[in-house]
């Protein structure tokens, strides 16, 4: 039988559990148990009427239904009923990459090149099959699990698209400090090169404990990632790496055909010779990075329900 199934046999082949992992705009993830090998997934329900355009959805499932990869989270099956459309899913436990760091007893430049080389493998794994995920960021770099050495999954293909050698991609789209250049400039881009830029973030990231880009307001955010506009300030950069602080700068250039590639940054020096350098201060700044994401998120929220309830009551 292929990944997809045009069936409503979802129930019986797995058990679908009440427990709500997490939910969205038009879709909720639950665990669901393979009535035939007992193995645990999750299932991402996504409900039909409240999708703009199933096309986007469809997408995503191709996407996903090529990819093999042990640091990308594996599709299992699609069971496409009338009103509803199920992914069955590989099972992720771990939580955030960031908030494993933070709970971690010591952090150093290694373990963030360990990082690193598994991005940025994954990346150029994707990138050889001419995919471009669109969407890097916190929220989408997972853990297999909560044990010490759990594996990276790279996680929500939902704005992932097939490079084509006809058509540039047009849309603006990612997340406000993480997007690329090239995207903000609307001109076109047709490379993953968008991937290694949000990378690059990450990376930072990982190395201080704050974002390169941080205005409040979009247009000076949008701004300053145009123009490349960021620094190593001092304390938190003072005792990092040189050979760190040049992969940042490679992977963080505004020309997408000068930016290194995901490939090239896996022989990068930095992650090769995975410098002890201990990064307490980036821990400590993560954490309260984490915790301000968080609450934006949160309010983000809060804010929509008001709205809403407004709309309603009118």
Same mark, same amino acid.
């Given at each position: 039988?292929?990944?997809?199934?045009?069936?409503?046999?979802?129930?019986?082949? =797995?058990?679908?559990?009440?427990?709500?992992?997490?939910?969205?705009?038009?879709?909720?993830?639950?665990?669901?148990?393979?009535?035939?090998?007992?193995?645990?997934?999750?299932?991402?329900?996504?409900?039909?009427?409240?999708?703009?355009?199933?096309?986007?959805?469809?997408?995503?499932?191709?996407?996903?239904?090529?990819?093999?990869?042990?640091?990308?989270?594996?599709?299992?099956?699609?069971?496409?009923?009338?009103?509803?459309?199920?992914?069955?899913?590989?099972?992720?436990?771990?939580?955030?990459?960031?908030? $494993?760091?933070?709970?971690?007893?010591?952090?150093?430049?290694?373990?963030?090149?360990?990082?690193?080389?598994?991005?940025?493998?994954?990346?150029?794994?994707?990138?050889?099959?001419?995919?471009? #995920?669109?969407?890097?960021?916190?929220?989408?770099?997972?853990?297999?699990?909560?044990?010490?050495?759990? $594996?990276?999954?790279?996680?929500?293909?939902?704005?992932?698209?097939?490079?084509?050698?006809?058509?540039?991609?047009?849309?603006?789209?990612?997340?406000?400090? =993480?997007?690329?250049?090239?995207?903000?400039?609307?001109?076109?881009?047709?490379?993953?090169?968008?991937?290694?830029?949000?990378?690059?973030?990450?990376? =930072?990231?990982?190395?201080?404990?704050?974002?390169?880009? =941080?205005?409040?307001?979009?247009?000076?955010?949008?701004?300053?990632?145009?123009?490349?506009?960021?620094?190593?300030?001092?304390?938190?950069?003072?005792?990092?790496?040189?050979?760190?602080?040049?992969?940042?700068?490679?992977?963080?250039?505004?020309?997408?055909?000068?930016?290194?590639?995901?490939?090239?940054?896996?022989? #990068?020096?930095?992650?090769?010779?995975? $410098?002890?350098?201990?990064?307490? #201060?980036?821990?400590?700044?993560?954490?309260?990075?984490?915790? $301000?994401?968080?609450?934006?998120?949160?309010?983000?929220?809060?804010?929509?329900?008001?709205?809403?309830?407004?709309?309603?009551?009118?």
């Amino acid at each position: 039988m292929g990944i997809f199934t045009k069936t409503t046999a979802l129930k019986k082949k =797995y058990e679908v559990g009440k427990e709500t992992l997490g939910s969205g705009n038009f879709a909720t993830v639950k665990k669901c148990k393979s009535k035939d090998t007992g193995a645990m997934h999750a299932v991402k329900i996504i409900d039909k009427s409240k999708v703009e355009d199933m096309g986007d959805i469809e997408r995503e499932v191709e996407i996903m239904g090529k990819v093999d990869h042990p640091n990308v989270i594996k599709l299992v099956e699609v069971f496409d009923e009338p009103k509803v459309m199920n992914l069955v899913m590989e099972l992720v436990t771990g939580g955030e990459l960031f908030d $494993s760091i933070v709970a971690r007893g010591s952090y150093t430049e290694k373990a963030a090149a360990e990082v690193m080389m598994t991005l940025c493998s994954a990346l150029s794994y994707l990138h050889d099959m001419k995919i471009v #995920h669109r969407d890097l960021k916190p929220e989408n770099i997972l853990l297999k699990d909560t044990s010490p050495d759990a $594996s990276i999954k790279i996680a929500d293909f939902g704005l992932a698209r097939i490079i084509s050698s006809t058509q540039m991609m047009k849309t603006a789209c990612g997340t406000p400090g =993480y997007v690329a250049p090239e995207v903000l400039q609307n001109k076109g881009y047709d490379s993953g090169a968008v991937d290694v830029w949000s990378t690059g973030v990450i990376l =930072y990231i990982l190395l201080c404990g704050f974002p390169p880009f =941080y205005e409040e307001e979009l247009p000076a955010l949008f701004d300053q990632i145009l123009k490349g506009k960021y620094d190593f300030p001092s304390p938190w950069w003072d005792t990092i790496s040189s050979e760190g602080k040049d992969l940042v700068r490679r992977m963080l250039t505004v020309d997408p055909k000068k930016r290194i590639t995901a490939a090239e940054a896996t022989a #990068h020096n930095w992650i090769q010779t995975k $410098s002890d350098t201990a990064l307490d #201060h980036a821990k400590g700044n993560l954490k309260k990075y984490q915790a $301000s994401r968080r609450l934006k998120k949160a309010t983000k929220k809060l804010m929509a329900l008001q709205k809403l309830k407004l709309a309603v009551a009118k």
